[in-house]
């Protein structure tokens, strides 16, 4: 008996369908990838333009910030670059020119919680520890701003890092100079020197430093450098006369102020040259002058602070011509000593013994303050006087 | 995939599939769940993508929004955003944790697919505009919504079904958050209620493969950058848990707030409720215009500036309370959009400022950046606010990566979490179930619910105890000297059992008494019933008894007392 064609097909159904129940969970797997493949092209499209456009507003943001920044205008540029920040939350580059535009508006604690954040992603970025540098040293915080600079000076940087290592060690010295340490800033500058490119400026800036730190001999030296690379430098002719002039050579100076003079007719070199004219002509202490020549120049040095001790004893209201314990009528009685020792002193030996306790009465009087402002006789016995002291000491 | 009405299991389509079968599977489960995690975060970022793009149309690129936009913006939303509502899509108000509550509770987990689109616009469209609220929730209620819809399309055992909205609700709130970690606690401790092993794998792989997908498209970085938190003095535990205590006060104000506006606010006409979304937007705008912007939309990047210290105490402050206020507006409005973002704002203002204040009063004490205070006071209106005081620790520490401040994070929430408690019994989601009409069951409640165990019910062991060694004329003798009805019998190896002495009565006058015990025994052993069992463990057993012997549990042997099926109605009777 044949099947009937209604139950063949109700069979082949069945079959069918037993079929598709033992592979129903891969095709569930396999619909379910197909579906998530549909719409993770779907998101990927949407996203890709989103991004994009985010991109196009932070690049916009930014560039409107850096703008305003330069324009210094750094409140706009604050809202600027925040916005910037919404579409793309961890730029670096936008980070350090928010924090700096913080700095900028003068608010430090915002400013340095961006550049902390920054440092600890970039430990050894050169930029963000010169900036933290800067926020310590406006904070007066010396300890942390020398740990700033030296972790600039070794850390990474992206552009020219051997010139920035240089430019933010010179940032340092300044800063060591600044706060008065200096030993820290000779230091400093000893390792700059060693590293520093041959030019005229670099050397110019070196002396300059170790003038400001009171190290004439090497002030001198570099001075000398600089004016060797351009002999119509004439900044280094007044440092190099300067600093010859501290160190009591004053013909030498003499010999740096008429350069500078030569190539540039400057009155103030002018009175340079005028002052250090005259210590040469009041130097008691040279040893080509005979003995008369060498009173002259001692009883000059008397004028002078006489002058100068009663100008002093006017503005403060003491008389000197009494006997008393202010120290300036202690000078007054050293000066009247030592007159009589120098008009009584017959031979250049005498005058030579006397020439210490001068030039301790010279320093005392004319280092007096309160007393009005000094005159060119005045800064030329100081400076010879000194000079003489410092020699002794 | 959308349905008018919750049947128990939806109703086949027969498009792809001529005839459905049910799926059991283990193993296909956990599949589901990582397929689920993969829609839910491809879902999220479109989601993400729709608030951003409809931000910048509407109040522009600029963080600053403009005058008029700033003003007009959050109020012509909020027009759209109520017929979109009213006519469309009506199940989207609120958060949407409830309504996936609901879904586990009540429907059988059955979220039409509706749902989903709804919230994705409406959501999208008012946190876009400068509402006050956040993507997190409605995040997890289109996870939810595309689970409950794979699950009826693939035809799931209502068991399975009902637990799969969960899973979606964790995966979105996974992708939202960018904090896995986070989520599936929030889904065990407030949607879910109890650690159970069969969902727990499901929910960990839904939302660690929601949270890869995100992270493919939306990066790694979390929503905002955590800066270098510390805790360094012990001494400093007392400004946390001050901490705890302005937390805990300002989620009362929150909380109360909600509870006193949202019905007044429902029971207004409903042509009002038009107008209610569009006034709450015209006055978030209106505050933004006149200077603080940053209590419109979500808030991410202000909740970072206040971690970088870019805000003074007293404008944290400001904030924190102007918070407050817009999203409760937002929330009672109807306006779809979630809470946790608001509640993440509102406690990292409320972190700041206080911190803020402490340092100037104690400057000796406070030791923390106001980042980190900014950073635990996200987690004290986490516990204080939405009451979830274990995932409001592991929020804090996950979104930080630094487990040095657990102590001071452990102490503020719960110190926040135990006033809120008393000053506010119900908490937030609790609350708007019940004025929704819904019992939902309370995962507070729950969680602080006095488990009746076997030694609750127990009584002293006052009948004969009997070897299956002795003879039955000895077990009488033991049964009329003490006058019980029944005698206990060890049968070792194989455990207790009873025999009643009218039985035994039965045994001798059939002449066996000088047989043992064993050989009149019934079959069957008694289970092993131990003190410390739920009672509900003793329930199944005890119809079948005349009591139960209940064991210690090092030695089998060893009676500890005895539990009757009377016992037990009585113990749960009281």
Known sequence: MSTPPQSRWTARLRA????????????????????????????????????????QLSSYWFGKGEDSLKSNRPTEAIGELRTALVYSHDDPQYLFALAQALEAS??????RSYFLNLLEDQPGSGPVNLQLAHLAAKENETDDAIRYFNAAIYGAWDDDPVLKRQQVRQELINFLIAKDL?????????????????????????????????????????????????????????????????????????????????????????QLIQLVTLVIDSNPF?????????????????DVVDHRLRQCAESQNIDVNTIGTNPLQVARARWVYLDSQIRRARTGADLVQLLPPVASLVTTVEQQDPCGPPSAEDQAMLRIYQNAEDLQQ | MSASAPPAVAPDSGEVFPKPERVHGERFFLLLAIFIGIFSGLAVVCFRIAIDYVRITLLGPSLSPQYPRILLAPAAAGLVVAVLVIFLFPKVRGSGVNQTKSALYIFDGYIPFRTALGKFICSGIAIGSGQSLGPEDPSLQIGASIASALGRRLRLTRERLRLIAPIGAAAGLSAAFNSPISAILFVIEEVIGRWSAGIFGAVVLSAISSVV?????????????????????????????????????????????????????KALPRWTQFLQPAIAGLIIGAIGWVGRPEVMGAGYEFIDQAMHNQFTWQVLGILAGLKILTTVLSFTSGTPGGMFAPTLFIGAMLGGAVGGVERL?????VTGSIGTYALVGMGVLFAGFLRVPMTSVFMVLEVSGNYSII??????????YLISRSLQPVGIFDLLSRQDGLELPSMEEQREERVLRVEDAMRPVTVPILESQNTIQDALRAAEKSGAKQVLVHDSPFGWSTIETSALDDLISKGEGARTLAHSLPETRMPPIYPDNRLEVALRHAPHWPFLAVMHRADPRQ?????????ILETLGH
Request: proline share 4%; hydrophobic share 45%; aromatic share 12%.
């Open chain 1, 106 to 111: 003068n608010r430090m604690s915002e400013a």
């Open chain 1, 16 to 55: 069918g369908r037993a079929r598709i129940h033992a592979f129903r969970r891969p095709i569930y797997v396999v619909w379910l990838s197909l579906l998530a493949a549909v719409f993770f092209a779907f998101t990927f499209t949407v996203n890709r333009s989103y991004v994009q456009r985010r991109h």
């Open chain 1, 286 to 302: 040279e040893s080509r002058i005979d003995t008369q020549e060498r009173r002259e120049r001692l009883l000059l040095a008397m």
């Open chain 2, 407 to 416: 102590v001071p994070v452990i102490l503020a929430n719960t110190v926040a």
């Open chain 1, 182 to 270: 200096k030993t820290q800033a000779r230091g400093e500058l000893l390792t700059y020197t060693a590293e520093m490119p041959k030019n005229g400026n670099s050397q110019l800036w070196v002396a300059q430093a170790f003038s400001r730190i009171g190290d004439d001999r090497s002030a001198l030296d570099f001075y000398r450098a600089a004016v060797r690379t351009n002999r119509r430098d004439i900044t280094a002719l007044l440092g190099a006369g300067r600093a010859a002039f501290h160190m009591g050579r004053f013909r030498d100076a003499l010999e740096y102020f008429k350069g500078a003079y030569d190539i540039h007719e400057d009155p103030a070199t002018s």
């Open chain 2, 361 to 365: 009063l104690f400057p000796h004490l």
């Open chain 2, 559 to 567: 009676l500890v007392g005895l539990v009757s099926m009377q016992d």
């Open chain 2, 213 to 265: 997908v995100t992270r493919y498209f939306l990066g790694s970085e979390p929503l905002f950058r955590i800066p270098a938190v510390q805790f360094i003095a012990p001494s400093e535990l007392l400004a946390y848990a001050a901490l705890g205590i302005a937390g805990a006060f300002a989620s009362v104000v929150f909380s109360k707030a909600i509870e006193i506006l949202r019905p007044r606010m």
